[in-house]
């Protein structure tokens, strides 16, 4: 797998790590809430799918560091397996949240287009 799909990647993955961490536990600051919903509401009362969705974008994020790192350590196919097929989760979520929440889409492009570039860049190289 070459650098370029390994760099987006890690991008992708530091985004999903990032963004479930404010979720998780930083998700009642204001500014945080306007970050990643575009309006400082808050709703107590999806607290747990919130968290959900945190632990989603981490493992998300842990996937991609695994691949990366399973590439360069252990089994080069096993790595580049786990890198495309957690980009390919990535792109595919992205275009459904852009579909269900059009309002959303600068998000949407965060979540799917580092993983686009290294599936691309895979294909390419």
């Keep these: 797998m070459n650098l370029v ?10 985004t999903h790590l990032v963004v479930g961490a404010l979720e998780r536990f930083a998700y009642d600051r204001p500014a945080v809430r306007l970050f990643l919903t575009t309006s400082t509401a808050d709703a107590p009362e999806v607290t747990l799918w919130r968290s959900g969705v945190a632990v989603y974008n981490i493992l998300l994020g842990l996937g991609l560091v695994a691949g990366v790192v399973v590439l360069h350590t252990g089994d080069t196919t096993a790595g ?16 459904v949240f852009a579909a269900g ?25």
């Design 5 to 14: 799909a390994q760099v987006f990647a890690l991008i992708a993955a530091v």
């Design 101 to 125: 929440f059009p309002r959303l889409w600068r998000g949407a492009v965060g979540q799917g287009l580092p993983p686009a570039i290294a599936l691309l860049a895979a294909a390419v190289g």
């Design 80 to 95: 580049r397996t786990l890198v495309l097929a957690f980009c390919a989760f990535l792109v595919a979520s992205a275009l």
